[in-house]
């Protein structure tokens, strides 16, 4: 059986996903291309007695070298030469869509044209003859309706048709470019041929075409292989930009881009598409677009959708998340019963299993986030929303697609910035690209929220929603000013133009959804659930090593053995009732006395009284488990981590921060969830659940914490570092560890700034 | 010959002919490659809430473009060519 390369290409738009999906199906694996954070997704299908290999090609408008998924589709071309390349373009926008066409049987690819929307097309009013079509442009023409699988089959026998007669070899087409480039490009073409000048990779005709047109990837090819040769073609490109200017006042590349639009035009005149004389419809897109678009309408129902968005994640993402954390819990405790008390333990239960569980928590909900966003997009609504929110967020140095990313980190309550930060990808500035990356950790993530809930409880009691929509908002402000300060400052330049396209309304298919949510969800598993399980470890490490000293740890476990004793003869007393209960021993409180206080007073509950309850099984066994929380308490307080929140005090408490808060603090750089967790053991609490936190909450309300303590807490939470996996994603995608670092160190150093104004402002005025 | 005008001063539902495009560069290549060249028809089919971008049609799509893009694109009556 014969195998071929087929490589996917086509404008964004165009149906390219979903014919993808539709040829491919669940066999297709995600990945990107090397070095570059352009999606690359590779799957295979049977077609008549071939094997195709598909690779789908990032959505472009041309193949020239200005962004990274242009030089991405072009270099795949030229470098893996695949044996057939499907151009699919929308029957409906037919003169645009033919421009890549063109660009592509000009490089001389084996195109086969997929047609696709024919359905959307012919409610347009729009016939296309593909016959002629194809007859004119020499090559296969197919009509699809992707969305519903109409044509795929015969479009993959097309392709491996092609494949099979054309055997590899690339037929460039010529096109004419008028008087003024023709001469200038047959000569030119002439001397690349006698020099064989990157031949290899292109045909002569388009690397002089090139050179004209000034694409700085073949000049800098060129000046490589023939210095000399490339520099005279540079000269003649010149000359022939300078004529131009001075007798059309217009430039080579504006001339070429012309001339393939003319090109095009005279194709599609000669009966190609005809139009129905129903006269000009107004597409039903465009009267929807009359309501969603509307100048106060249109933002009153933004905000009801993205608020939808939020209330749907959350009321249908509840459930499944609770059955994934107490799976991970029922799972935790299997393991705590399967094995004896020891570090390995430890590492298992409170390091990976806890770790990881905490990731692997929030995938409905993440799963949920991607379904609704994939939905917005795939139905072209995300464009209307950049389309409206553009001019605000040019005041801060951000463009309208960055409410993407925003929203996606946590925007709406409950996002995560791991796949936030990897959603700025479709932004092709990057200069708003960074500012973007830099700012969606500010939101109110998943992570973020159950802490909030926490300390609103404590501190808004009354108010408690009110106060968590005022973090919202707080995350928003803050994004935007700290993205229009990085802009100008560090990442300073022109905002990059928008010049969009705004798709028409459709109904996304569940398979699309389905496909797009099942990608960005097993990206989010993989980065961040391999991330985390090293981080939570490390984490782990840090809170346990080295801890407390046996002298401290002989004395627990001498006053554990005497309760254990004490216990065990109880049970043996109960079992004779007439055996007398034996003494209390003062001892082991005067031992928890000579202890730090650091230890969370386990005098407190050690205490010893003459009366007769104290000494009751209850009691004895109430009195054990304290003891435990107290030990775990005090080791995690000599643990490094604890070391760190200690040393930190003096510092800290300029935000009202004390040891305990710093230490949680610390562990929530591993992920913000581990805050509660690390709070009720600094607490001595024990292990606080994240959905269970009235226990932590009447601590902190004992302790007498202050609303402004609670408040900088809360904004300090907010703002401070990316938690690691986020780190990671934002060095993955700005392909620099010097962003990662900057915002692990900024995000801080402003969040304890705030936090401190805060504190120091609330103190000052309510004592 | 009237003094031109580029596609900022369009209205909402007026139409016109693209005379010349002014861009170079990054952004003279993207208005090309998104179809907009001498000789296309184009339509404003509406203004975001703030005025800006502008939604244009052309044959068959809808484009946004900022205000200060469209400025370099100059345009014609519709029935100046025809």
Redesign the interface.
């Known amino acids: 059986m014969s195998s071929y390369t087929v490589a996917l290409a086509g404008n964004p738009n165009s149906g390219k996903s979903t014919l993808f999906n539709a040829l491919t199906g669940a066999r297709a694996h995600v990945g990107n291309y090397p070095g570059i954070t352009v999606e690359k997704k590779v799957g295979q299908v049977r077609a008549g007695d071939a094997m195709l290999e598909v690779v789908d090609l990032p959505g472009t408008y041309s193949l020239t070298a200005y962004s990274a998924e242009e030089l991405v589709a072009r270099d795949f071309l030229v470098d893996e030469r695949p044996q057939a390349v499907v151009d699919v373009v929308n029957a409906g926008a037919l003169e645009r869509n033919l421009y890549l066409a063109v660009q592509l049987l000009e490089l001389g690819c084996p195109v086969v044209l997929g047609l696709n929307m024919m359905d959307e097309a012919r409610k347009m009013g729009l016939r296309v003859d593909s016959k002629r079509l194809s007859k004119l442009l020499g090559c296969p023409v197919v009509e699809l309706v992707a969305r519903v699988g109409m044509g795929v089959g015969e479009l993959g026998r097309a392709a491996a048709g092609l494949a099979a007669e054309r055997q590899g070899s690339w037929k460039p087409m010529d096109i004419s470019y008028g008087p003024d480039l023709d001469p200038a490009l047959a000569e030119m073409t002439t001397k690349i041929m006698s020099k064989s000048l990157l031949t290899a990779r292109y045909p002569a005709r388009w690397v002089a075409l090139k050179y004209l047109e000034g694409d700085d990837q073949v000049k800098e090819q060129g000046r490589l292989a023939d210095p000399e040769l490339a520099s005279w073609l540079e000269a003649r490109a010149q000359e022939v930009a300078d004529h131009l200017r001075a007798t059309l006042g217009t430039y080579p590349e504006a001339v070429v881009a012309d001339y393939r639009y003319g090109f095009i035009a005279s194709i599609l005149k000669g009966g190609v598409v005809t139009r129905d004389d129903l006269g000009e419809r107004i597409a039903v897109s465009d009267k929807i677009d009359l309501v969603l678009t509307h100048k106060l309408l249109g933002p009153i129902l933004m905000l009801g959708v993205l608020y939808l968005v939020y209330q749907i994640t959350f009321t249908l993402g509840k459930f499944p998340m609770e059955w994934l954390q107490a799976f991970f819990a029922w799972g935790g405790k299997a393991v705590e019963a399967g094995l004896p008390d020891g570090l390995l333990r430890s590492l298992l239960v409170d390091g990976i299993i806890a770790g990881v569980g905490g990731v692997m928590g929030f995938v409905p909900l993440v799963m949920l986030i991607f379904l609704l966003i994939a939905f917005l997009e795939d139905s072209g609504y995300m464009a209307r929303i950049a389309y409206m929110l553009d001019r605000v967020f040019r005041i801060f140095g951000l463009h309208g697609c960055s409410v993407m990313p925003f929203i996606i980190s946590g925007g709406i309550a409950g996002g995560c910035a791991v796949p936030g930060v990897m959603a700025s990808r479709t932004l092709r500035s990057p200069k708003e690209r960074i500012a973007t990356i830099l700012t969606a950790p500010f939101m109110t993530c998943g992570a973020k929220l159950p802490v909030f809930i926490l300390l609103t409880s404590v501190f808004f009691p009354e108010k408690q929603a009110q106060a968590m929509f005022a973090m919202t908002l707080l995350g928003w402000a803050m994004a935007l000013c700290v993205s229009w300060l990085v802009r100008s400052t560090v990442v300073k330049g022109e905002s990059t133009p928008f010049v969009m396209e705004l798709p028409p309304y459709r109904l996304p298919t569940w398979r699309g959804l389905g496909i797009h949510t099942w990608e960005r969800t097993w990206q989010y598993i993989k980065k961040a659930g391999s991330m985390i399980l090293a981080v939570s470890i490390v984490v782990w490490a840090a809170m346990t090593f080295p801890g407390p000293s046996e002298d401290k740890t002989a004395a627990f476990e001498a006053q554990k053995a005497e309760i254990t004793a004490k216990i065990e003869a109880l049970e043996a007393a109960e079992a004779k009732p007439e055996a007398p209960a034996s003494e209390p021993e003062p001892d082991a409180a005067k031992d928890g006395n000579t202890k730090q206080e650091m230890a969370g007073d386990p005098e407190k509950t050690a205490t010893p009284s003459a009366e007769a309850d104290e000494n009751s099984l209850e009691a004895l066994k109430a009195k054990l488990e304290d003891l435990n929380k107290a030990q775990a308490a005090g080791a995690l307080a000599s643990s490094l981590a604890g070391r760190m929140g200690i040393a930190l005090e003096p510092v800290s408490k300029w935000a009202g921060f004390d040891w305990r808060t710093n230490i949680a603090l610390v562990g929530g750089f591993a992920a913000k969830e581990v805050i509660i967790s690390t709070l009720g053991t600094a607490y001595s609490l024990g292990k606080v659940d994240k959905e269970d936190t009235a226990p932590l909450a009447e601590m902190l309300s004992a302790e007498g914490l202050s609303i402004s303590a609670g408040l900088a807490l809360m904004v300090f939470i907010l703002l401070y570092s990316p938690c690691f996996p986020t780190v990671v994603a934002i060095g993955k995608e700005t392909g620099s560890w010097k962003w990662s670092a900057f915002a692990i160190t900024f995000n801080t150093v402003l969040a304890f700034l705030l936090a401190s104004a805060i504190f120091q402002a609330g103190t000052k005025l309510f004592h | 010959m009237p003094t031109p005008r580029s596609i900022r001063h369009l209205k909402v539902g007026e139409k016109a002919q693209i005379d010349r495009?002014t861009a170079?560069g990054?952004?003279?290549?993207?208005?090309?490659?998104?179809?907009?060249?001498?000789?296309?028809e184009v339509e404003v089919?509406?203004?975001?809430?703030?005025?800006?971008?502008v939604?244009i049609?052309?044959?068959?799509?809808?484009?946004?473009?900022?205000n200060n893009?469209a400025d370099f694109i100059l345009i014609s009556p519709p029935e100046a060519q025809s």
Not at chain 2, 26 to 40: Q, T, W
Not at chain 2, 45 to 53: E, N, S, T
Not at chain 2, 57 to 66: N, P
């Open positions: 495009i170079e990054e952004l003279g290549r993207r208005i090309r490659d998104m179809g907009l060249v001498p000789g296309a089919v509406g203004r975001a809430p703030l005025k800006d971008p939604a049609r052309l044959k068959g799509f809808t484009l946004s473009l900022r893009e």
